[in-house]
């Protein structure tokens, strides 16, 4: 599928780490660089971009959204030239995509957005990709769309949104549906926790993986989560939210569209740093199932 193409790959954490095996089983050469040397492949940006072969050279990027991903854009402008591609498959804010695409096309490089979703679980199963650039672009980088999408039909995983900055608007929208899917699950939870009639609580959220209306691979994980700690007593209540569900309402306040769901979601993540609460533990927990985030340990108080 991808043989004799070679791309650079920046930021190899959770989730660049497993894309560059994934891209390497489908036969694309990477050539991967993080701060962190017992994982990178090279010892510099710079080294990074002289590995790859000149005519056309394609470097993704895959770190925190901000300054860290400014400060990459911002390098990679100076040590890559005209033809070279940028892809940047952090989760960024949708506004910062424009800024990128005009400073990099000032020496005549592209720039694709990626909204890129599948967490920890994505090396096995594949990553949803939603691509915001020009057609030429993303048709150029068809061959590595393919390699980290599921199997099956193209158009069931991947999508090219837009034009850019439309990747990442597309990501956004998607996390902040995640927060009131998560939140649902997570509320309907404590409310069967609550009342003794239900005794095996877990078995019913497993019941309603297969056959219901309510099915998802987030209930999947949630069953996956409670299985491994019924009562979820090794998590402390406490939700972080990434920012993207943030944009999501700020986005729907400057559109004058109602996001009653997502809104309280994301209010009921801040809720959670101030009171216990059973249904925030699910969401916690949730978060470490599908994307491996990091979780705050029980108070043994």
């Known amino acids: 599928m991808g043989e004799n193409m070679h791309i650079g790959l920046v930021g190899l954490g959770r989730m660049g780490g497993n894309m560059r095996e994934r891209l390497r089983r489908a036969g694309i050469a990477v050539t991967g660089y993080d701060s962190n040397p017992e994982v ?15 005519g056309g050279r ?6 925190p959204a901000g300054e860290v991903t400014h400060a990459v854009v911002d390098e990679l402008g100076t040590l890559l030239s005209a033809g070279d591609l940028v892809v940047e498959g952090g989760n960024s804010h949708f506004v910062d995509d424009a800024k ?14 990626v909204g890129v979703s599948g967490g920890v679980w994505g090396l096995d199963v594949g990553y949803g990709l939603m691509a915001g650039g020009a057609k030429e672009d993303v048709d150029r980088l068809m061959p590595v769309f393919d390699a980290l999408r599921p199997d099956g039909p193209r158009d069931e995983g991947f999508v090219h949104a837009g ?3 439309a990747g ?15 939140q649902a699950y997570a509320e309907g939870y404590e409310l069967l926790e609550a009342q003794d009639v239900v005794t095996d609580v877990t078995g019913t959220l497993k019941a309603w993986t297969r056959g219901t209306v309510v099915r998802s691979w987030l209930l999947e994980l949630l069953v996956a ?7 979820l007593a090794t998590i402390d209540d ?3 939210d990434s920012g993207e569900g943030r944009w999501t ?17 994301l209010f009921a993540r801040f809720s959670s740093r101030q009171v216990d609460s059973p249904a925030m533990k699910a969401v916690a927990a949730l978060r470490q199932q599908f994307g491996g985030h990091a979780v705050r340990a029980a108070s043994s108080e």
Request: aromatic fraction near 6%; glycine fraction near 6%; hydrophobic fraction near 50%.
């Open 40 to 54: 990178s492949d090279v010892a510099s940006l710079k080294d990074l971009v002289e590995a790859l072969p000149l």
């Open 58 to 63: 394609v470097v993704w990027v895959m770190v």
């Open 100 to 113: 990128h695409a005009a400073q990099l096309a000032e020496r005549g490089i592209g720039y694709v957005d």
């Open 163 to 165: 034009a850019v900055g």
């Open 168 to 182: 990442h608007y597309a990501k956004m929208v998607h996390n902040g549906i995640e927060y009131g899917l998560m």
């Open 225 to 231: 989560a409670l299985e491994k700690d019924p009562s």
């Open 238 to 240: 406490w939700v972080e």
């Open 249 to 265: 309402v700020d986005e729907a306040i400057d559109q004058a569209v109602p996001l009653p769901v997502i809104s309280a979601a």
